[in-house]
């Protein structure tokens, strides 16, 4: 079945650090792909998104691009900073019939100051 | 304010007691969903309304009851739990139940614990 796959946290890092946070997902079909991230003790909010390959989501600083061939769609920030830290779910979602988000198993990040 | 609101924020009941949870979205979408999220586990897809229609449950165990009266409300009735339903619980919705372009809008949970 369809499936993402996450990095494992916690991810650290220093404030001011380059981030990236890897995804792969196995889908057939053309999936759109999502990033959420949660804040503690908040609900998940969405990040960003992309609905075809080659696709570039973005927002707050933070990019993702839909590669098809590498079945991937790693999020980057270049400059992180407290703020930031929270969980990170990436997601995929298919518009057929019963088209579920499914989410990755989530990946913490801390920044440090 | 995310559009989809959750109430109570915080609930502390004991194993005999009924309670309900209450979601509330008015941003016209006619799929909510019910989500767990336990401490270092992914999250759980308990429940999906469809034009308030439920159209699936995910081997949720009786104890937990919803109810969607209306497209803008879905309540997840709650009795007899067990310390290990602690948790927090998410409700979402979205524009289409296959719109595969769309995301979901999440309410910020009601954080359950179970005494």
């Known amino acids: 079945g369809d499936s993402v796959t996450q990095m494992e946290g916690p991810v650290t890092l220093s404030e001011e650090a380059f981030l990236t946070i890897n995804c792969t997902y196995t889908a057939t079909g053309y999936p759109s792909l999502f990033w959420y991230v949660q804040y503690p003790g908040e609900g998940l909010q969405l990040l960003l998104k992309a609905t075809k390959a080659d696709d570039k989501g973005s927002n707050k600083g933070f990019e993702a691009t839909y590669r098809k061939e590498t079945t991937s769609f790693h999020l980057e920030k270049g400059s992180v900073q407290v703020s930031d830290s929270a969980v990170y779910f990436c997601a995929l979602r298919k518009g057929n019939q019963g088209g579920k988000l499914i989410f990755g198993q989530g990946t913490e990040l801390s920044v440090k100051p | 304010e995310t559009g989809v609101t959750q109430t109570p924020r915080h609930l502390v009941m004991g194993m005999t007691n009924k309670k309900s949870l209450k979601c509330e979205q008015h941003?016209?979408?006619?799929?909510m969903y019910w989500y767990k999220q336990s401490a270092k586990k992914p999250l759980e897809l308990m429940f999906v309304y469809s034009l308030e229609e439920r159209v699936e449950n995910n081997s949720v165990p009786s104890r937990f009851s919803p109810e969607c009266p209306n497209s803008s409300h879905l309540f997840l009735h709650l009795h007899t739990l067990q310390p290990e339903d602690s948790a927090l619980y998410l409700c979402?919705?979205?524009?289409?139940?296959?719109?595969?372009?769309?995301?979901?809008?999440f309410g910020s949970g009601t954080r359950l614990t179970v005494v």
């Open positions: 941003l016209g979408h006619n799929a």
């Open positions: 979402a919705s979205s524009a289409g139940r296959t719109g595969g372009s769309y995301g979901y809008t």
